[in-house]
């Protein structure tokens, strides 16, 4: 954040800054949702949805696990709330009582442990790094688990670091937590941006797991804040429940103009959105070892490249705001993201055009060779 | 709920039901504000704004407070919220500690107590009536203060009464809670809609209290989920980490919109609703009493009379079902608002054409002649 607003005050002075910072896709919005957004307000459609929102929505996005996962998911388990935020703090309250223990990989998206946080349960951060993929395992969560320990936060495609669980690692981990006793909450927002092997939601391996996701990242709508939650049959109510009392319910326009996204036309734009992030990072990741950072392995989703530049500093808050201040580079240092060897990890995100990436690329070797 | 339901249901099988339990008003967001929610989209405005907001809204709020109130707000500690319901979640967690006690009206509006009850406050009701207005007074909070006592939730006009703090007794309240070292947190979303005496926001009588207020009742902007946090100078930085961490950033265009909402011609757009309200209200006010309903004071705000109804029942969950059923009038029981009396006392909201506020209390009348 302090990073975010000296690269704005440089600006503001002149200077130029190539962002490799925002976990916020440079696309507008797709032309067919903003003309379903236009739609709506000429509709005058902005009286409060229902709670749980728009049944059309609702039946959209049960559709859409059937088409894209094989997957059922009945309409009446899928509420649409303000941004995966929403999502997010609905389940958090739903399962964690004060006391207790969360388990979430550790780097993560810092968010995730606010939530938990804010509910009084304990966020344990279990330290993750190449050998697992940056995620957690059904193994991590063994060693772990104690008598606590009642929620495990997975996310995948992951911020930082942009890896995915595979079909199988997701599996294992759903089973071991719920054998315990367990919940699975599931960050799948990233999901659709993904540039391997297809994944699977965890709703294909329970009927448990508390699932968010959001209409930000694949489908392009970051400021419109919308995104949904899939709970458990038994879970339903009380999340309704929940998103009546901390926020009636999501934007009326904002999920009329969301209807557009599962559309053809859409579905086409954000398949050639998804080819170009994939362009990106298949640029950037090479360019980047080459300039001396290790990125172990080949982060299959998402848009950031979690890399460690050990070879370069052991203060990468400091690195980072000397890139920034001599470079003209903005990066996220690794603190943001949790307390497992942040010092020699910066995350870069490559949301952001090929040539904006290879002018940050030529700028950083000149920064790194001086 | 449940009975908002029920209303559905019967309307489904093509009952007529006169609607006076909805609390939001039955106008569409107005046409400059919807030009300008069409002109953003347009323009493409649909990516993140920084966590606290639109630093055009935040000076137009600022510019607001200057004109409407006297009073100087600086923008800078005017947070964008998604709703009041997201500046109530930031007020409540910058302020509350778990275990802190958290003096409310009883009767008040639920959603009030949950965002207490979620950081693991302790919300307790203070019962009112109306030798007080139906508010809390400086001798009430007196009276109820102990030294876990940090926080006082005031609601002016307050929903389900209609009631207002007059500015006096505003004042002491906000002067005996802070002599107390307490803070207080004041609901203003229904300022605009008054009909009797001006009243003044507890800014004016301190810098230190957290103002929440919206952009969905007077200013009609339901569905978009729009509000705004004013914080002390001292709790700014906390509440827009906590924005940050909570909700990312209220919706874009919806913030866009709202801009258009300080326009000469939508002031003129507002002013007129809120002549039909209090309109409405004096209508509906002497019909309600003339049935036999006891309202002893005239709430001077809202769109909400709460009235006691001893006369006809002491079971008002029961009494509201049966009308609903029986006279397809539709109206909240009082146990929706708290513990104080809930059984003896319902709620009409006048968010509704007089002709069918007449053809309601016509409904009442056959009914309870029977």
């Not at 309704?240 to 053809?264: C, D, G, R, V």
């Not at 859409?266 to 950037?284: G, K, P, S, V």
Request: glycine content about 8%; charged content about 20%; hydrophobic content about 45%.
């Amino acid at each position: 954040m302090a990073l975010l607003a000296r690269a704005r005050e440089l600006e503001a002075t002149g200077r130029s800054i190539v962002h490799l910072e925002i976990g916020e896709p440079d696309f507008p919005t797709a032309a067919p949702i903003l003309a379903a957004g236009q739609r709506a307000l000429a509709e005058g459609r902005t009286r409060y949805t229902a709670a749980a929102g728009l049944p059309e929505l609702r039946q959209a996005i049960s559709d859409h696990y059937r088409e894209r996962y094989g997957v059922e998911v009945p309409a009446r388990r899928i509420l649409i709330t303000p941004g995966a935020s929403g999502a997010l703090q609905l389940a958090t309250a739903a399962t964690i009582d004060p006391g207790d223990r969360v388990l979430l990989a550790d780097p993560g998206y810092p968010c995730n442990r606010q939530f938990v946080r804010l509910v009084e349960g304990e966020a344990v951060g279990v330290p993750v790094g190449p050998e697992t993929g940056y995620q957690l395992t059904a193994d991590l969560v063994d060693r772990h688990w104690d008598e606590r320990t009642t929620v495990v936060l997975l996310a995948s495609p992951a911020n930082p670091t942009g890896t995915v669980l595979p079909p199988q690692d997701l599996a294992a981990l759903v089973t071991t937590v719920e054998a315990r006793g367990g919940r699975v909450i599931m960050d799948e927002i990233y999901h659709g941006l993904v540039y391997g092997a297809p994944i699977q939601t965890a709703l294909a391996y329970s009927e448990r797991v508390w699932v968010v996701n959001s209409f930000s990242k694949y489908y392009g709508m970051t400021g419109w804040r919308l995104g949904w939650l899939v709970a458990p049959e038994a879970g339903v109510g009380a999340a309704e429940k929940l998103a009546q009392n901390l926020f009636l319910a999501a934007s009326t326009p904002a999920q009329y103009a969301a209807l557009a996204a599962f559309t053809p036309k859409a579905a086409a734009i954000f398949a050639e959105r998804r080819r170009e992030f994939q362009a990106r990072r298949d640029f950037l990741l090479p360019a980047l070892r080459e300039l001396g950072f290790e990125i172990p392995i080949t982060p299959d989703g998402a848009f950031y490249l979690y890399a460690d530049c050990g070879r370069f500093t052991d203060d990468s808050q400091a690195f980072a705001l000397h890139l920034l201040e001599n470079a003209g580079v903005a990066i996220t240092p690794g603190l943001d993201f949790g307390d497992h060897q942040p010092n020699r990890h910066v995350r870069f995100a490559y949301t952001n055009a090929i040539l904006c990436l290879a002018e940050g690329v030529e700028r950083l070797r000149e920064a790194l060779r001086g």
